[in-house]
């Protein structure tokens, strides 16, 4: 069964960055679908996202996944490319063309996960999650239990997680609003 790894952002270079890099997103998925694949749970690594700028004029997030999955010793010829897909959407339904019916270990961030898994599971692909890149390591019972005052101060993490919940949020609503909920 391949991992299936989902492209998580990218950030061109520019005056003050001198080299295109993977946002976390990416890097942490890439990671995960090298070590599912270094320990032979998918003898294949499927690498996904293509050019996700409205004018199409960026770059290709899968290619840039590949180059940092090949120095996490992953082979090249282990990896396929999927690089013409912008959303998750898109992701299953390129997924679907390239491998048909194909069973696929589904890398993508735990928040991600389940909008991911609804579209891939409408596309008719059987699907075996491999959640990484959590963004909290208790339940709600424990983290209440380890609660802090500490815990009501702003902080960068905090924002983040916002943003990321939000996003998923608006991403599932859009998708219901356009039929392809």
Request: hydrophobic share 40%; with cysteine; glycine share 8%.
């Amino acid at each position: 069964m391949p991992s299936w790894v989902l492209a998580g952002g990218i950030l061109p270079k520019g005056s003050l960055r001198p080299v295109d890099e993977l946002m976390d997103a990416s890097r942490q998925r890439t990671v995960c679908g090298a070590t599912y694949w270094r320990a032979g749970l998918a003898p294949r690594m499927l690498l996904s996202g293509g050019d996700a700028t409205v004018r199409r004029t960026g770059l290709l997030e899968s290619h840039e996944m590949k180059r940092w999955a090949i120095g996490l010793g992953v082979s090249e010829s282990a990896i396929l490319l999927e690089d013409r897909s912008r959303t998750t959407y898109e992701n299953a339904i390129h997924t679907r063309t390239l491998l048909g019916d194909s069973r696929v270990l589904l890398v993508t961030d735990a928040y991600h996960m389940p909008r991911a898994m609804e579209f891939f599971i409408k596309q008719g692909l059987s699907v075996t999650p491999a959640p990484c890149g959590y963004k909290v390591r208790h339940t709600l019972v424990q983290a209440w239990e380890q609660f802090s005052l500490f815990d009501l101060l702003p902080n960068s993490k905090a924002l983040s997680m916002t943003t990321d919940a939000i996003e998923e949020v608006v991403g599932v609503f859009f998708y219901r609003l356009v039929g392809r909920d």
